[in-house]
């Protein structure tokens, strides 16, 4: 579970970060693109996916946990599987957020230069 909350306080600070810096890009941009509503549903579709991961891997856990009721000799191993499973999907929701933050932050970036060619 800490790495899940590790992609998730990265995330946060991700969006933060990027709103930090729409904020220092001016009204004008953030008018014009939306990025507020955009920085919204991104952080909406993090949540999301977050929620499908947590109940992924809980349900894995609780099946391998009635699986193994009486037996003691794979546990380890099962429960490794499945939290190397909950872990690879944390790592592509991570890897996904990151990819849609760093194409905002193009954008944005390229929409200030564009701002300041045009002044």
Partial sequence: MGFIRGVITGVAMAAGAAAWY?????SKFRDRYRVDRRLGELGDEVEMRTRDVRATMNAQVAG???KVAGETDDVAARLDAAQAAAAEEAAELAADV??????????????????????
């Fill in 98 to 119: 990151e990819a849609k933050a760093a194409k905002i932050k193009r954008t944005a970036k390229d929409a200030a230069a564009d701002a300041d060619a045009g002044s």
């Fill in 22 to 26: 729409m904020s220092r890009a001016g």
């Fill in 64 to 66: 391998m946990r009635g």
